[in-house]
């Protein structure tokens, strides 16, 4: 039972030390990435210099699965979020995962909103890229883990409404879409945020994930 609690200790030290290092960049946007496809290594590299979101994606982004953006907005007083949802232990699912990332970037620059990362992903990405909410990834996976029949949605006059032209629209980009940015409010809950990106990490339908913020505002000023 003791050497159980020292391994058990130790472990929670390697992913506590991870977050450390992650909380301290607390004058950019941090990202993790985990990529999937790739032996997961004994360590994971961080990175301290500055460097730009569209390098990180480019570098991270796999030719097999999805390559999954998961991007938090920034709170009501105009802060980056993510930092303090890790300060606080609100992510505990991510941060069981922290010591299996590819690698974690402290300073990451144009990080603006998510349609600024959209269209960088789509520039950098060999395949179709789409801004998403939380809700669209999980009914995309779960599409992707139990196929079914594409069905079109009619009015009751037999004709495709304005609306039901757009949701059909709409369904039809999400399901060729290879390269997602899930767009996230930062008044999220954080325990759906939390379930999520840890669904994506253990997907093996998923390349790449990228867990992310959106800069401050003193930042972009």
Same mark, same amino acid.
């Given at each position: 039972?003791?050497?159980?609690?020292?391994?058990?200790?130790?472990?929670?030290?390697?992913?506590?030390?991870?977050?450390?290092?992650?909380? /301290?960049?607390?004058?950019?946007?941090?990202?993790?990435?985990?990529?999937?496809?790739?032996?997961?290594? *004994?360590?994971?590299?961080? =990175?301290?210099?500055?460097?730009?979101?569209?390098?990180?994606?480019?570098?991270? &982004?796999?030719?097999?699965?999805?390559?999954?953006?998961?991007?938090?907005?920034?709170?009501? *007083?105009? $802060?980056?979020?993510?930092?303090?949802?890790?300060?606080?232990?609100? +992510? @505990?699912?991510? *941060?069981?995962?922290? !010591?299996? /990332?590819?690698?974690?970037?402290? =300073?990451?620059?144009?990080?603006?909103?998510?349609?600024?990362?959209?269209?960088?992903?789509?520039?950098?990405?060999?395949?179709?890229?789409?801004?998403?909410?939380?809700?669209? &990834?999980?009914?995309?996976? !779960?599409?992707?883990?139990?196929?079914? +029949?594409?069905?079109? $949605?009619?009015? @009751?006059?037999?004709?495709?409404?304005?609306?039901?032209?757009?949701?059909?629209?709409?369904?039809?980009? +999400?399901?060729? *879409?290879?390269?997602?940015?899930? !767009?996230? @409010? /930062?008044?999220?809950?954080?325990?759906? +945020?939390?379930?999520?990106?840890?669904? /994506?990490?253990?997907?093996?339908?998923?390349?790449?994930?990228?867990?992310?913020?959106?800069?401050?505002?003193?930042?972009?000023?």
């Amino acid at each position: 039972a003791v050497c159980c609690w020292a391994m058990i200790t130790m472990m929670m030290m390697k992913v506590a030390g991870i977050f450390a290092l992650l909380i /301290a960049a607390t004058s950019a946007a941090p990202a993790l990435v985990w990529k999937d496809l790739e032996p997961v290594s *004994a360590t994971t590299t961080h =990175h301290s210099e500055d460097v730009s979101f569209d390098k990180v994606m480019e570098d991270s &982004f796999s030719a097999e699965g999805l390559n999954v953006v998961f991007l938090l907005g920034r709170t009501e *007083a105009g $802060e980056e979020a993510l930092t303090p949802l890790t300060a606080s232990g609100a +992510l @505990p699912g991510v *941060a069981s995962k922290a !010591d299996t /990332a590819t690698c974690v970037h402290h =300073h990451v620059a144009n990080v603006q909103n998510a349609q600024s990362v959209t269209t960088m992903a789509n520039r950098v990405s060999d395949s179709a890229t789409l801004k998403i909410s939380l809700n669209e &990834f999980s009914a995309k996976l !779960d599409a992707l883990l139990e196929p079914q +029949l594409e069905e079109m $949605e009619v009015a @009751p006059n037999g004709m495709v409404s304005k609306a039901a032209h757009s949701a059909n629209k709409r369904n039809r980009l +999400l399901k060729q *879409a290879r390269t997602l940015i899930v !767009d996230i @409010p /930062a008044q999220t809950t954080p325990r759906l +945020l939390d379930a999520t990106v840890v669904r /994506a990490i253990e997907s093996k339908a998923v390349g790449t994930v990228v867990l992310s913020s959106v800069r401050s505002v003193e930042e972009v000023k």
